[in-house]
């Protein structure tokens, strides 16, 4: 699902941030830093921000200690990360730098350390300027959270005030890499929330929140370790035309319209491109606001409401993307929204990930190939219903109060498979439940040749009573515009689904699968000892391991946990080397807004269609 009526602030952000040259494309290779040293790698210089450091005059930023209280020029730590990133200024270190910040607050935008060039009025435009590029893959640019090589126990807070589009600010930046930071805002409040959350965008002063934690647009080569990016009143990441990005130990929660926005707005278009990984990755919260302090979820809010919702999303798009041992929950609208991942030669492969409690699709596609193995799927797409933190209104103007969050949109199928002409799908080794209108669906955008294919092999399929329509249950595959049946399912375990349904002719059905919890909102995909699932499923296509990373023995279980299986760490399937791509060229500020894009057929479905 997209949402464009944020389309005209994107002009806002073309025209604040500033534009720089992208640099070459390749995977980082560097050891770790020393934080004494000012050569950490290659050539670049390190930069020190601590809370106790000096402005410009009195510190020269190139050692870890405070200022002494006295003197310029001393051989000491900067204050505030807008000393080395001047808003609507230039930046003050070079392309394979490191900016390595101290632990403690930092105020990010009007009125912060070294905002000199900002103005209450155009608040909105005091952010820092892009990062410079590094001069290649062995030498990337680098902000660092202190700590970022030691676990990151006490990560600095870079927080937006004054409402600044973003904090972080990655346009044409390359050979980057993020580590070891938590960004968010001190404000509960939602930008452009039709309730009393709604922030004050009109007069100054606005206000301790921020729109966004990091924006990027054509940027390669960029690793992110050790973020939380949270509490935002738009959204986390607002990031486009994006490739070869690596994405490990980042959360992105609690941000007021979406997690992971990945349409632009602008005229240049959105498509990503080459190795996009994402491993321990936690999405959840997402269309809720944050209190501040306390961050609890409040004024969830949805389509309905005018709101958004989606975990993650992009616009029309390629890449070959990767989500291993993550969790994407408890956002108001799908969880992984990949629909508009249309391009030819695009791939999606999903491993060893919860996806739960989003009020859509917990996972969507619109073509392949995807591949979804060893994950945990519980599609309580009717999770925010009677919860005391969403926004009620009266949106049909009956007298009564509405819940502002569309339980079950898109009928709230769990995995909605969607298969360009030949395209294949695998879906292997899961558990999944639904109360959504059916687990698993199929649908072709058209023209399709029925060689199109779904591979479905060690599933448990736990149906459950449908939300929407509470007289039957959950179906249990439904395909639909294709030729053939694209099904090709068994070797599972399914119950208590609609009309009884068992296609295969080695699946177990109709019984109880042995799981520790089969409810809605309790689900626990752990196998009992007395399981039928055990030793039941098909040897020659199980993973190794399992949703845990256990190893599998030489009879594995059905569904994503193999039962008694010693924990192994799972090992990382390596990001592939992608061949260096051309920089881009200089977005230009577009005159008009982008025409709207058309829903594509897989949300447009009746649910009166079965």
């Known amino acids: 699902m997209k949402h464009f009526r944020f389309a005209l602030l994107g002009l806002f952000i073309i025209a604040t941030i500033g534009l720089t040259a992208a640099s070459s494309s390749a995977s980082f290779s560097h050891p770790p830093p020393n934080e004494t040293s000012n050569s950490l790698i290659g050539s670049g210089v390190t930069y020190y921000v601590r809370t106790d450091g000096g402005n410009l005059s009195q510190c020269t930023g190139l050692a870890n200690l405070p200022y002494p209280g006295s003197g310029t020029n001393q051989p000491c730590a900067w204050d505030h990360p807008f000393r080395a990133l001047p808003p609507m200024g230039t930046p003050r270190i070079s392309g394979g730098d490191t900016l390595i910040i101290g632990s403690g607050a930092y105020r990010m935008g009007y009125g912060a350390p070294g905002a000199d060039n900002c103005d209450a009025g155009g608040a909105f435009g005091c952010v820092m300027p892009p990062l410079p590029s590094g001069t290649n893959s062995t030498n990337p ?60 965008r009109d007069n100054a002063p606005y206000g301790d929140w921020a729109s966004y934690g990091l924006y990027a647009e054509d940027s390669d080569n960029v690793q992110l370790d050790d973020l939380n990016i949270h509490g935002l009143a738009a959204g986390g990441v607002h990031a486009g035309r994006i490739s070869n990005w690596t994405v490990q130990e980042v959360r992105v929660a609690g941000n007021g319209s979406v997690g992971w926005d990945g349409d632009l707005w602008d005229a240049l278009g959105d498509s990503n491109s080459g190795a996009l990984t994402f491993r321990r990755w936690t999405v959840e919260w997402n269309g809720c606001g944050e209190t501040f302090p306390g961050e609890q979820p409040t004024g969830c809010w949805g389509q309905i409401a005018g709101g958004y919702g989606d975990g993650f999303a992009t616009g029309y798009s390629g890449g070959h993307w990767l989500v291993e041992d993550s969790i994407i929950r408890y956002n108001t609208s799908d969880g992984l929204d990949f629909l508009y991942i249309t391009e030819a030669d695009s791939s999606i492969t999903i491993r060893r990930t919860l996806v739960q409690g989003n009020a859509g699709n917990q996972i969507k596609n619109f073509r392949g190939p995807l591949r979804v193995e060893n994950s945990i799927i519980v599609g309580n797409c009717g999770f925010f219903h009677g919860k005391p933190f969403i926004y009620t209104a009266d949106f049909d103007g009956d007298g009564n109060l509405d819940e502002s969050v569309d339980n079950c949109r898109a009928l709230g199928t769990a995995l909605a498979l969607g298969l360009a002409p030949g395209d294949q799908a695998s879906v292997i080794n899961n558990t999944l439940t639904s109360e959504g209108d059916c687990l698993v669906t199929a649908e072709c955008p058209g023209n399709c040749n029925g060689t199109e294919a779904v591979l479905a092999r060690n599933n448990i399929l736990q149906g459950q009573v449908d939300f ?143």
């Open 468 to 610: 929407l329509q509470p007289f039957e249950n959950t179906c249990l595959l439904y395909q639909e515009t294709f030729p053939a049946d694209p099904f090709d399912a068994d070797y599972s375990l399914i119950n208590n689904v609609k009309d009884g349904a068992c296609p295969g002719a080695h699946d177990i059905c109709g019984v109880s699968p042995g799981l520790v919890d089969t409810g809605m909102d309790t689900f626990d995909a752990h196998l009992l000892a007395s399981s039928p699932a055990i030793n039941a499923g098909l040897a020659s296509i199980a993973p190794l391991n399992d949703f845990n990373g256990s190893t599998r023995d030489t009879q594995p279980d059905i569904g994503a946990y193999e039962y008694g299986a010693a924990p192994q760490t799972p090992t990382p399937t390596p990001t592939p080397t992608i061949t260096q791509t051309p920089a881009p060229t200089p977005t230009p500020t577009p005159t008009s807004p982008p025409p709207a894009k058309t829903f594509l057929p897989l949300i447009l479905r009746s649910a009166a269609r079965r």
């Open 141 to 200: 640019t680098r902000i660092l959270g202190a700590g970022w090589d030691s676990g990151c126990a006490n990560p600095p807070e870079l927080w937006g005030a004054e409402r600044p589009w973003f904090i972080l600010n990655l346009t044409d930046a390359s050979n980057v890499k993020l580590a070891c930071m938590e960004i968010t805002d001190h404000s509960g409040c939602v930008e452009f929330h039709s309730g009393a959350l709604a922030c004050e």
